[in-house]
């Protein structure tokens, strides 16, 4: 007998939900915390043969989720937005950076089909466009029936990789800054889907004032799992004037390579592609 709310079965015989509103998502989440949350559902098409489930939450249908908003200073991008149609709806105001990060979400077919919170609640899985949007101070709204609260997107994985999200709770929304970077830089190397191949992605993220380097950010994501971030050194760059000497360089350089992954999680040709990266990336200021 089909229970309230129930839109279909799989194949199982589970009950799948298709909620049309954010607070029937909710109320049904509330309800039965155990179902499997589905978006795109690209990711879990991989465990097709699973049978732990108890059902399905589909959001496709959750009109809430499928909206972009723009102001003057940020984006407000639903969850279930497909990363194509983001792309498409955004490429003009979203920041460089981000446009650039959609469009490493794999094959056109998938992009039309998977969604940005999919991407970035994939378990274990740092994808590069979520090191984009970490870098660009995103936060991400995390909501459940009766209450919500926004974290950084920064801040939404523990250190081994874990999503940090309460049983009950959607991520509904995104606000990405629309701040304009001046300097950005973005290479990929190898496959960063599944985790644990070997992968590598370099992210620079700057911007320059009159008066010279007013933010620098630079982030390695390598195999999908380990992030490297250089806080300290980045930092030390602000206020400095373009060009960097050698010497500020071989600063910021020794900073990244003494970081302990940095000698630990990567092979030669990784740690060449990074150093060559931030260099390249601190001699394209200036
Ligand atoms: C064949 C293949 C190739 C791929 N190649 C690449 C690639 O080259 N580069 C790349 O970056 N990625 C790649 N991917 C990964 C792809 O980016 C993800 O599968 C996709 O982004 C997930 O989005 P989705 O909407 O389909 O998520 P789903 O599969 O629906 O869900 C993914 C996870 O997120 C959870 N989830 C989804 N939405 C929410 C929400 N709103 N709130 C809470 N939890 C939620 C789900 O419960 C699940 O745990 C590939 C995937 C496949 C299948």
Redesign the pocket.
């Given at each position: 007998m089909s229970s309230r709310g129930e839109r279909g079965r799989t194949h199982r015989d589970e009950p799948v939900y298709a909620p049309e509103s954010l607070s029937e998502a909710l109320q049904i989440f509330r309800r039965r915390p155990s179902l499997?949350?589905?978006?795109?559902?690209?990711?879990?098409?991989?465990f097709a043969d699973r049978d732990d489930t108890e059902g399905i939450l589909s959001?496709h249908a959750v009109r809430e989720?499928r909206r972009v908003v723009k102001s003057d200073i940020q984006a407000e991008v639903g969850?279930?937005v497909p990363?194509e149609r983001l792309y498409l709806a955004g490429r003009r105001f979203l920041p460089r950076l981000m446009t650039e990060g959609l469009h490493?979400?794999?094959?056109p077919p998938?992009r039309n089909?998977?969604?940005i919170?999919?991407?970035l609640?994939?378990?274990g899985t740092v994808?590069?466009?979520t090191a984009c949007l970490q870098i660009l101070d995103t936060r991400v709204e995390l909501r459940r029936q009766g209450n919500g609260r926004w974290v950084a997107l920064s801040q939404f994985r523990d250190a081994s990789g874990a999503v940090r999200?309460n049983q009950g709770?959607?991520?509904?929304r995104l606000r990405v800054p629309l701040y304009s970077w001046t300097h950005r830089m973005l290479r990929s190397y190898g496959?960063?889907?599944p985790a644990g191949q070997e992968s590598l992605t370099v992210i620079g993220l700057a911007s320059l004032d009159k008066t010279g380097i007013s933010e620098f950010r630079f982030v390695l994501v390598i195999d999908g799992t380990v992030q490297i971030r250089i806080r300290e050194a980045e930092m030390d760059l602000v206020g400095r004037s373009v060009p960097l000497t050698e010497r500020e360089q071989r600063s910021i350089l020794n900073a990244l390579e003494s970081n302990p992954y940095y000698g630990s999680e990567l092979n030669d040709l990784g740690r060449w592609r990074a150093a060559q990266g931030l260099r390249e990336f601190m001699q394209k200021l200036g």
């Open positions: 499997q949350v589905w978006a795109g559902g690209t990711w879990w098409s991989r959001l989720l969850a279930a990363v490493l979400v794999g094959s998938l089909i998977a969604t919170g999919g991407a609640c994939i378990p994808l590069p466009i999200i709770e959607i991520m509904t496959m960063p889907f």
